[in-house]
């Protein structure tokens, strides 16, 4: 088992930045693939960004393509995702996954956080 927890949520205005983090415990968490998904009230799951255990392969959804960054410290057992030049409708609960065969399906990935808010005024 793997257990993650978010942090780094919270209320910001349009063009701001932040970074939020995902610390693992449990089994050995540079054995995993780990990414990054959101949740907007009534919408579905999406994918936001994956990065390959070992950090040498990223992948990033169009709508963040060169304003998200995804990066890993295994040492720390920690993955980030650094959010630059937010918007309005990047508002949502951003999850942690770890453990894919494929980056872009939401439940292909075997653990999850619980999710940090992230709220972005306009």
């Known amino acids: 088992q793997v257990q993650l927890v978010e942090s780094g949520g919270g209320l910001v205005q349009a063009g701001d930045s932040l970074r939020l983090s995902c610390i693992a415990s449990g089994r050995t968490f540079s054995n995993y693939n780990s990414g990054w998904f959101r949740q907007a009230p009534g919408k579905e799951r999406e994918f936001v960004a994956a990065?390959?255990?070992?950090?040498?392969?990223?992948f990033y959804a169009d709508s963040v393509k060169g304003r998200f960054t995804i990066s890993r410290d295994n040492a720390k057992n920690t993955v980030y995702l650094q959010m630059g030049s937010l918007r309005p409708e990047d508002t949502a609960v951003y999850y942690c996954?770890?453990?894919?065969?494929?980056?872009?399906?939401?439940?292909?990935?075997?653990?999850w956080g619980q999710g940090t808010q992230v709220t972005v005024s306009s």
């Open positions: 996954a770890a453990g894919t065969t494929n980056y872009y399906l939401a439940n292909s990935w075997h653990y």
């Open positions: 990065i390959s255990w070992n950090g040498g392969n990223t």
